[in-house]
């Protein structure tokens, strides 16, 4: 197994991991989230590499449904774990972070939210691949979202 430690921001109440190997952006952790989205503005999103592929996409969340543009980063890397060709949903809201990150993202690994000492731990299990595959998927009008190892 493989394990690694993001730190988290103390300055804010919700967990928020700071991203060192992606220009030290803040990304929320949200268990809840089945989409992996970008809250920012998305002319930083676009000098990030991020390419809009569906414009207008309705999905639910933010205690509601709300829409937003598909975007595909060409990699996108959370401490060891590697999501080529990463999709990521931009839809503008005031969070004090710059995206957030799903639950989905983190299938078949062991993740733990330590709150008192401010870290996010991740295990990859020996079974698991460090190398990610985010795929979504517009099933009848729905945003439903995959991920497996490589």
């Known amino acids: 197994m493989n394990q690694f430690t993001l730190r988290l921001r103390e ?3 919700r967990p928020t991991a700071i991203l060192t190997n992606f220009s030290h952006l803040h990304a ?3 268990t809840g989230a ?5 809250v920012s503005n998305e002319t930083l999103l676009k000098s990030l ?3 809009p592929i ?3 996409q ?3 969340g933010f205690g509601g449904m709300t829409t937003g543009t598909i975007y595909r980063l060409p990699t996108f890397q959370i401490g060891e774990l590697i999501f080529p060709e990463f999709p990521i949903i931009a839809s503008r809201i005031d969070l004090p972070c ?3 990150l799903s639950a989905t993202m983190f299938n078949g690994l062991i993740y733990e939210i330590d ?3 401010h870290k996010f731990n991740v295990t990859i299990p020996d079974h698991e691949s460090h190398v990610r595959k985010l795929t979504i998927e517009d099933k009848n009008g729905t945003l439903h979202i995959l991920c497996t190892g490589e």
């Open 11 to 13: 300055d804010v109440q």
């Open 28 to 30: 929320m952790l949200d």
């Open 34 to 38: 089945v989409l992996p989205v970008w």
């Open 49 to 51: 590499g991020g390419v």
């Open 54 to 56: 569906a414009p207008d």
């Open 58 to 60: 309705p999905f639910g």
């Open 98 to 100: 710059q995206m957030i």
């Open 115 to 117: 709150d008192w000492n």
